[in-house]
């Protein structure tokens, strides 16, 4: 990574609240900031229902924030015409888990790769080629190949390889990448990360990565973001948070190397439970909780080499001597199978 990259993407203060069935509220995004810089890849890590999805489809514009903005190099969606919105959407792809249901059924992986080559470059000139060499940019060969094909007609990584060069046809400056592993074999799951990371360096591409499975940011991101209950607990460089986590909530995630399938479940039983206080949103469930931290809410300390995290215990002992604080040891071979 060069020095101070140019951000890309921001959420500035970004917040959503959902209202649920039965009139409970869910704050599904407490206020919340997130850059991606220039060329960086950032993985978004948390449990199921911590907030990330929804997140992500505020970044997409898919989901209006209640407050706050998003900034797409530098310019605020919610400001835009609706043709410039339309274009700053292109820029942000996504990568969906199901890619079934992102694909229309009656239309040709070249007709699917022709749709998003022109929404960002307007007519082009010998589309069959030019969609060919996406589909061998993705590691399907020969790509003509595969153009009169039907997306059901492939197997599933291969569609998930459609889904990438459906993303990069559009030429984005960041792929948001939701849980795209999680619907692919396990024998394929490197080899999607390969590709991603292949792509990322070649176009410069920025990447949100988001994933239950902290195992894979420590491969692939940059940056790790790790939100709990709505809220950014921690976040910083990925090998400085990864070797050292901070929080007690990303120590736990470390801990349980959650696999892709059984992991929430692997964490809850390393889970603490109290009643919630009105402090700490972790509280409740912090194996190393103070009783502070049932009545006072954490602030973000100072940013120190780009880290910074929620927490009174992780400040009492940042330099990791507590036992407390040591990670649990379980024993969990890690999902991931590098390709
Ligand atoms: N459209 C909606 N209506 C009501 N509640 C919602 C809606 N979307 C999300 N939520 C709630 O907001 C919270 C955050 O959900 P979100 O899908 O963003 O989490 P997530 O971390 O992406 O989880 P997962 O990994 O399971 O997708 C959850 O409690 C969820 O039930």
Redesign the pocket.
Known sequence: MPNDPMPVLQLEQVR?T???RDGSR?D??RPTDLVVAEGEVVALV????????????IALALETPDSGRVLLDGHDLSRLSPRDLRRSRTAMQPVFQDSTAAFNPRRTVFQILHEALECRRGKVEAPREMAADILERVGLHPGASFLDRYHHELSGGQRQRLGIARAIAAKPRVMIA??PLSGADVSIRGQILNLLLDLQRAERLSILF?T?DISIAEVFADRVVV?YR?EVVEEGPAGAVLSAPAHPYTRLLKAAVPSMDAGDVAIRDLLVSRPAGHGCTFNARCAVAMERCATEVPDYGPRRHGRRYKCFRAADSASGDDPDLRPATVAHAPALGMA
């Open positions: 959503r959902f209202i649920q869910v599904a995004v948390g449990e199921s229902g911590s907030g990330k999805s929804t997140l992500a489809n939701d849980e988001i239950h939100m709505g």
